[in-house]
């Protein structure tokens, strides 16, 4: 660190005194933050030694204590800080810091930024600390923190190794009890507070994870106490604390972004925070009557029916932070919903064929389609399932004949049919919906675009429908009804699957191992460390307003009630290793092994957006995980005997995935090549995986007739009342098969928010300040890893603008921007945009 950060540190009193003993200079950073107070009384800091071990307490040497005093009004990127200077008085055979306490003794937090020590022979030493301190009135003992310096377990300098011991025994606690704002440990729970039973019988929920019938991954424990009518479920907090569930200090989102996130999210949160904000008004919005009408959404000033909701009475049902956020949006920033971009530049393009294809290749649900290269069974009889052989032309299929364009590798399928047959009856009876399995088959067209060749919708206990393209008449419309059906199967799957189950719920075990198993020392915990900022309290927040019962997704989406049970069906089949790109897009036919290519993998054509992209970042990913455990690890028996690795695995295995501890879907991690793999797969997730289901979102769903999320009719039978309906008026018809206004509003306020990247964001390839390590070479090597992904962007931007890969824009006129990775923004992307990949799972 350069010698300006140390212009305004206290002066060493007595020069003759230093001569005597070494003086320490040290700065302490903490956030200025509105609502908190930074140190009344002086905090005092004491520093361990690294290298001076002590008989006594079997741990480094420990300083005299330094007070805080006199802070100093600063600025650190951007953000309001108070820099504290102070001296240590240490013997001459103290040796290097290796850590400090720090103690709090006011009523309030404060949050620690960094801190820094300048010895007395000028050596500079680092403490990355972005934590809160709490009173030691509450947490009963001093806040430790660490310095930049990384060590495996079995180098661990014996003067930290009890404090390292320590520290994570602390971290794990005693699993009793519930949790308070301070604590700061970190334990797992099974999804029990979900349901609502004190409420009713409506909002029963089976508790998830820990049984054979309900798999799942495991979430932060809070310790809340049961419900009064199950005791299996845990209570659910109380109304106006549905945004201050516990998660860990260390967890929390920043002042800042909290408040973001409140002001971003006041329309679907005072649409949900009652189920029954409906009936406040006393009346149904009923659907939308024209196309025309729809439209309104992205002209009226949401805030007049905002200020509607408080008026008539919400403003004594609502936390009064949101009462006074919500009186402030509606009166100072009148927003619109912007338009999305699937409107933008053509109003009908969402229609065509070529663009409803193209979303499979690159729109957010893009790792569903896989390539058909076995036919099921009754091929033979002339049939693709229901599908008959023989009303697919070969002027379809460019000349070819079915089994050559099979063969070719040039027939697709997206696939909603298996996984949601069996809870068909359910949803259907129970949440009043009219909704289809589906499977879609398409061809690749010789330049690499696809088209849909038959649509096939299934009701159980019934033949199945089929339906293929057509361009006119009642064909076409009805065609269209069919795309609209497949079109909810593939948006309810991509919110509960590819992103809920499969980036958010899947990552926080992780998590919880990491903090728990993984000194802050360990380099593994300091490489992951960026990827899982705010994934706990992002997840705490969807499972108390989002995926609930009564929540925002029930009401929006046609699973309903039965939502998360469909989550829990679809994680019984989930492996880890099936999670890194190159095994996926094997594993779905889109690419095949290949030991020559760079990736280790070859993809079956170039024009598929997420498979070329994210085969560029992954490649980058990995290189930059190698390099970092490179230095560390020097040998396969160097993974092998790291306790803390081998502890952190296990308990991943057989606690944090508890229900999926089959040995064939983990790796075994006795090798460095496990290890690595390992790392580039939760990076993979948490960071480029998420990107690309989630801030695509309101591009493409904002406008629901592209991706509704539920429908309200079944496609109308000849001969039918219905049938009559649609034919007086196929747009009033389609439109009444979509959600009614009030479902409709809500799920584009929802995907707004979703979308949105908040100001303070991390980065791929950023989020990391200088001095988050002491080793150059491992800030060398995460330069080249920048390096690589601004390569990648340029790589990217180029594939935009190649008129011949038509899949990267389509129709719609949308450039596939989900996985670009915008590290030369420097962190300015906010906003909706379509691109940027956080280095964590957020939002």
């Excluded at 027939?411 to 289809?436: A, C, K, Q, W």
């Amino acid at each position: 660190m350069g010698q300006g950060w140390f212009a305004s540190l206290s002066k060493y009193v007595s020069s003759s005194h230093a001569a005597q003993s070494p003086a320490f200079k040290g700065t302490f950073v903490i956030s200025q933050i509105v609502g908190r107070c930074c140190p009344g009384k002086s905090a005092s800091v004491q520093l361990y030694s690294a290298t001076k071990f002590d008989p006594n307490t079997g741990k480094g040497k420990l300083s005299e204590k330094a007070h805080l005093k006199h802070g100093k009004k600063t600025q650190h990127n951007g953000e309001k800080t108070i820099t504290y200077s102070t001296s240590f008085e240490v013997p001459p055979e103290f040796g290097v810091p290796g850590a400090f306490l720090i103690q709090n003794p006011n009523n309030h937090e404060f949050f620690l930024m960094f801190a820094t020590l300048q010895l007395s022979d000028n050596q500079i030493v680092h403490f990355e600390c972005n934590s809160w301190v709490y009173p030691n009135s509450k947490t009963k003992a001093d806040r430790l923190f660490f310095s930049n310096t990384s060590y495996l377990p079995s180098l661990t300098p014996e003067a930290l190794k009890k404090l390292r011991e320590e520290e994570l025994a602390s971290l794990r606690g005693d699993g009793a009890g519930e949790r308070k704002e301070w604590d700061r440990i970190y334990d797992y729970d099974c999804y029990n507070d979900l349901g609502n039973p004190d409420k009713g019988l409506e909002y029963e929920r089976p508790v998830l994870g820990g049984s054979k019938a309900y798999p799942y991954p495991r979430r932060g424990r809070t310790g809340r106490p049961p419900s009064k009518q199950d005791p299996l479920t845990e209570s659910r907090p109380e109304l106006r604390g549905l945004l201050d569930v516990y998660v860990p200090p260390d967890e929390r989102f920043s002042p800042r972004k909290m408040s973001e996130f409140i002001g971003n999210s006041i329309q679907a949160i005072v649409n949900f925070i009652l189920p029954e904000a409906k009936n406040l008004f006393h009346q149904d919005f009923g659907s939308f009557e024209s196309f025309a009408q729809l439209m309104d959404l992205y002209s009226s000033n949401r805030h007049l029916l905002v200020e509607g909701w408080v008026k008539e009475g919400m403003k004594t049902l609502l936390p009064q932070d949101f009462v006074k956020e919500i009186n402030h949006a509606s009166k100072e920033n009148p927003r619109k919903f912007p338009l999305p971009q699937i409107i933008q530049g053509n109003q009908l393009a969402w229609m065509d064929d070529a663009e409803f294809a193209r979303e499979m290749l690159a729109g957010v649900n893009a790792s569903l389609i896989q390539c058909m290269w076995n036919f099921p069974r009754g091929y033979g009889s002339g049939y693709i399932y229901s599908i008959k052989t023989s009303d697919i032309k070969e002027t379809q299929l460019d000349g070819l004949t079915l089994e050559a364009a099979r063969l070719q590798g040039r027939l697709f399928i997206l696939d909603h049919h298996d996984y949601l047959m069996p809870f068909l009856t359910r949803i259907i009876n129970s949440e009043g919906v009219s909704v289809y399995a589906s499977r879609t088959l398409l061809f690749r067209s010789n330049d690499d675009t696809l088209k849909p060749l038959a649509i096939e919708l299934s009701l159980p206990g019934c033949s199945s429908r089929v339906l293929f393209p057509a361009t006119m008449g009642t064909e076409a419309a009805l065609w269209q009804f069919a795309r609209a059906h497949v079109a909810v199967n593939d948006s309810v799957h991509h919110h509960l699957i590819s992103h809920w189950l499969k980036t958010h719920a899947i990552i926080e075990p992780f998590i919880i191992a990491t903090r728990r198993q993984l000194s802050e020392m360990h380099p593994v915990h300091r490489l992951l460390h960026p990827h899982f900022k705010d994934t706990m309290h992002t997840n705490a927040l969807a499972r108390s307003i989002l995926i609930n019962a009564g929540g925002i997704l029930e009401k929006t989406m046609y699973t309903g009630k039965i939502s998360m049970e469909l989550s829990s069906a679809i994680y019984r089949n989930w492996n880890f290793r099936e999670q890194a790109l190159p095994v996926d897009l094997v594993k779905r036919g889109l690419a095949c092994e290949d030991p020559d290519h760079p990736y280790g993998v070859r993809l079956l054509f170039e024009d598929y957006p997420f498979g070329v992209d994210g085969l560029e970042i992954w490649a980058a990913v990995k290189t930059w995980v190698m390099d970092f455990c490179s230095i560390f690890y020097s040998s396969d028996e160097d993974v092998l005997s790291d306790v803390e690795i081998q502890a952190w695995w296990s308990e991943i295995r057989d606690v944090g995935h508890g229900d999926k501890r089959n040995e064939t879907w983990w790796y075994k991690m006795d090798n460095l090549s496990d290890l690595v793999e390992t790392l580039t797969t939760l990076i993979w997730i948490a960071s480029a995986l998420h990107a690309s289901v989630n801030f695509g979102q309101y591009d493409y769903g904002g406008y629901p007739p592209n991706r509704p999320t539920l429908c309200q009719k079944f496609i109308p039978e000849e001969g039918t009342f219905e049938y009559a309906e649609f034919l007086k008026n196929p747009d009033k018809y389609f439109l009444k098969m979509l959600p009614e206004r009030f479902e409709m509003t809500v799920g584009v306020a929802l995907m707004e928010v979703l979308s949105r990247h908040t100001s303070d964001e991390a980065y791929l390839g950023q989020g990391r300040s200088l001095e988050w390590t002491d080793s150059g070479e491992i800030r060398q090597r995460f330069e080249t890893f920048r390096q690589h992904l601004q390569e990648a962007e340029k790589r990217i931007l180029e594939r935009n603008k190649n008129p011949n890969l038509k899949n990267r824009i389509g129709p719609a006129k949308i450039p596939y921007t989900l996985l670009y990775p915008d590290t030369l923004n420097m962190g300015s992307t906010w906003g909706i945009t379509g691109k940027g990949i956080p280095n964590s799972v957020s939002i």
